[in-house]
């Protein structure tokens, strides 16, 4: 099946830096993808949907400023949290979207990333 | 935005022992796919179901879909210790993000 790279796997930095994460479609094009955050024992809520060459969509209750999405090529969307908070500190999943499946059935996850705050 | 409910909010049972979970949406959907997550790990794609079917199966899974009821099962039937897991519902809003339900922590002891 179509593979989402995503990295760092974790990720320890320290309050008020910024930390990039890199979601990538290794074997398919993905014109839309999205970003998911999950803090323990709860669900993955969605976070911002980003299209490849336009502004993210981001969901209501996420600072766009503080998160911010990259879509730069059919393959590769960033997610970067700027000056990081213990708050911040959550899983961060990517998932992506083949362009040739139907809408909403050909959607891929990316591994994760846990981001701790200190 | 959440748009499934999931329940049990978690549930135990031994090795062999059937487990059932439900899960409820609230609009009108395309599809529904359950997920499972091992802990602090991504997710595992288990099965999807579409508006127009009422059941699915695939190995030991077993789900059904009541869209008069808004509502969708995911059975797991001889289940393993390797099934502890989270399950998520998931539906696709708008026909392109999923939204996830709040899930169900299954644990199987042996």
């Known amino acids: 099946g179509a593979v989402v790279s995503q990295h760092p796997s974790w990720v320890i930095c320290k309050s008020g830096t910024s930390v990039k994460i890199e979601c990538r479609s290794l074997?398919?094009?993905?014109?839309?993808m999205f970003w998911y955050r999950q803090f323990p024992k709860q669900s993955l809520m969605l976070m911002a949907t980003?299209?490849?060459?336009?502004?993210?969509?981001?969901e209501q209750g996420v600072e766009k400023d503080k998160f911010l999405i990259n879509h730069a090529s059919l393959t590769l969307s960033t997610l970067t949290v700027t000056s990081a908070h213990p708050e911040d500190s959550s899983f961060y999943i990517c998932?992506?979207?083949?362009?040739?499946?139907?809408?909403?059935?050909?959607?891929?996850f990316g591994s994760g990333t846990q981001l701790s705050v200190l | 935005s959440q748009q499934g409910e999931e329940d049990p909010q978690a549930l135990s049972i031994q090795e062999g022992e059937n487990a059932t979970m439900n899960c409820s949406y609230k609009?009108?959907?395309?599809?529904l796919q359950w997920y499972r997550q091992n802990s602090g790990r991504g997710l595992v794609h288990l099965i999807l179901?579409?508006?127009?079917?009422r059941e699915k199966h695939s190995g030991r899974l077993r789900v059904t879909l009541d869209t008069s009821k808004k509502s969708s099962s995911l059975l797991i039937t001889a289940s393993r210790a390797a099934d502890t897991a989270s399950y998520f519902c998931?539906?696709?809003?708008?026909?392109?993000?999923?939204?996830f339900g709040k899930g169900t922590t299954l644990s199987v002891s042996s």
């Open positions: 998932s992506a979207s083949d362009v040739l499946g139907p809408r909403g059935e050909k959607l891929f």
């Open positions: 074997d398919f094009q993905a014109t839309t």
């Open positions: 980003s299209n490849e060459g336009s502004k993210a969509t981001y």
């Open positions: 609009t009108s959907i395309n599809n």
């Open positions: 179901i579409r508006s127009n079917e």
């Open positions: 998931a539906t696709d809003e708008a026909g392109t993000a999923l939204i």
